[in-house]
């Protein structure tokens, strides 16, 4: 059994252990915040092209964007339960445990994924019909979302490779990494978009390419590994007992990520109720969101193996001080989003409703009035975002799960069904929701995160007062 970690890996647990809570945070985040932000950027870019295409095509990869999502949270679940308990471990320095949770945590991800190619790939077309797609939708996109699947395939397993280097501290390599897919991605995208004049199946390509080149480079550097976090095949055990601690926290995000996007799927179908452009300006609202809310995530997804980490060195007021610092940084990016977007919104828009030369005034207008109430939420939703970090990091992903679900099947599907039933409000409907849901949802968190906080300060008490450099 690996009884140590490389020198690098060492290292980085010592400073996760020791340094600055607001310094390692920075440190570490911001370069997955960054990578967040590039994503936003990509998906923008994306719908970007679809929109030379036909405002169909918008339509059909926002709409299908949602349920691609829904089936991305089982590889994204796996990915965080994996990644919180070897940040734990990683965390009290059980190096044999460390290893025993990397290779489990591969393998299962393997399983999945081939489940999902068997399943959905033959039977795409019945399986966008079940999720209430509207027609039209299905006849322009269930190439594309056949391609989608196969790309997923994939990335489960890239999903989980990029939550084990952020466990290990390696925020920079993950950055130039998927920088350099990203790149490859829009290169692609338009060459075939502007350069072949393809359809929105080639996007799909597009990412698929790009994936399988992060896949390729994953296979290669995991069995090159150091000490515990190097794969290997005779540290599988699949038992339950075995797999257990991870599954008990996974099952909760992927459940909680499959009803979040089962959710949105429900809100686009009620959304097609005001015709198959507001799915698209909806979808687009998103996308512009994400510019700020990205960085939100690359907070959460950086801050919960660092709060992880603590909490397994027993280091409980470290886990405190790096929530702060968190929900400090998360408020501040809602405010400055929220102020930078007001600004922009009508030229964002006017991007977006430009198709083969062509503008779409109706388009334009349908995004800016669905967005500016949905840009309301920037702050709240930072509140949550920094919540959900403390959340997982300490293994609470029931609550997680609970909060989001309530976002969705509390805040939002009552909300739009209550507004379409009892008012005369048209598309601007959606954007009110969106507005309520996100705004509720970071109220929720603060009520959820005052118990937790109080648990954690008792199990403080228990600590000694000053840091220690943590022993091997």
């Not at 990494?177 to 080639?202: D, E």
Request: hydrophobic residues 50%; proline residues 3%; charged residues 10%.
């Amino acid at each position: 059994m690996a009884q140590s970690v490389s020198k690098q890996d060492e290292a980085f647990r010592t400073y996760a252990l020791t340094q600055s809570p607001l310094r390692v945070v920075l440190t570490t985040c911001t370069p997955l915040a960054l990578f967040q932000l590039l994503q936003s950027l990509f998906k923008i870019l994306d719908t970007l092209m679809a929109s030379h295409i036909s405002t169909d095509a918008v339509s059909a990869v926002a709409a299908l964007s949602q349920i691609s999502l829904m089936v991305t949270a089982l590889g994204t679940g796996l990915a965080v339960g994996g990644s919180i308990k070897i940040s734990e471990a990683y965390g009290r320095g059980d190096y044999p445990a460390v290893q025993q949770r990397v290779a489990n945590t591969y393998a299962m991800s393997v399983l999945v994924s081939l489940v999902v190619a068997v399943v959905l790939i033959p039977f795409a077309r019945p399986f966008l019909g079940l999720l209430q797609t509207p027609e039209d939708l299905i006849d322009t996109g269930v190439g594309y979302f056949r391609v989608e699947i196969l790309t997923l395939v994939i990335q489960f397993f890239n999903t989980v490779y990029l939550a084990i280097a952020r466990s290990r501290g390696h925020a920079k390599k993950i950055l130039m990494l998927n920088t350099l897919v990203i790149v490859v991605k829009l290169s692609l995208s338009a060459f075939f978009v502007y350069g072949l004049q393809s359809g929105v199946t080639m996007v799909a390509v597009a990412t698929l390419i790009s994936q399988a080149l992060m896949f390729l480079y994953a296979l290669w550097t995991m069995s090159r590994d150091e000490g515990a976090f190097r794969f290997t095949l005779s540290k599988v055990d699949l038992h339950y007992r075995v797999i257990r601690p991870i599954l008990n926290l996974a099952y909760p995000v992927s459940a909680e990520k499959v009803f979040f996007a089962a959710g949105k799927v429900i809100v686009n179908s009620m959304s097609g109720r005001y015709g198959s452009l507001t799915v698209g300006a909806l979808g687009i609202s998103n996308n512009i969101g994400g510019l700020t809310t990205g960085f939100h995530t690359g907070f959460t997804d950086g801050a919960a193996p660092l709060i992880s980490q603590n909490r397994g060195a027993e280091k409980y007021r470290r886990t405190l001080r790096i929530y702060f610092w968190v929900m400090v940084i998360d408020v501040a990016i809602g405010a400055v989003g929220l102020a930078l977007v007001s600004w922009g919104l009508p030229w964002l828009a006017r991007l977006f409703a430009q198709s083969q030369n062509a503008f779409d005034q109706e388009f334009c207008d349908m995004i800016v009035a669905i967005h500016r109430w949905e840009m309301m939420g920037y702050i709240t939703l930072g509140i949550h975002s920094a919540t959900a970090a403390l959340l997982l990091g300490y293994g609470y992903s029931g609550l997680t799960m609970i909060l989001n679900v309530a976002r969705v099947f509390v805040y939002r599907v009552p909300v739009l069904w209550a507004l379409q039933q009892f008012t005369s409000m048209g598309s601007e409907a959606v954007g009110v929701t969106m507005m309520v849901s996100n705004v509720c949802t970071g109220l929720t968190a603060i009520i959820f995160a005052i118990p937790v906080v109080g648990r954690i300060r008792k199990l403080a008490q228990t600590e000694p007062n000053a840091e220690q450099t943590p022993q091997k």
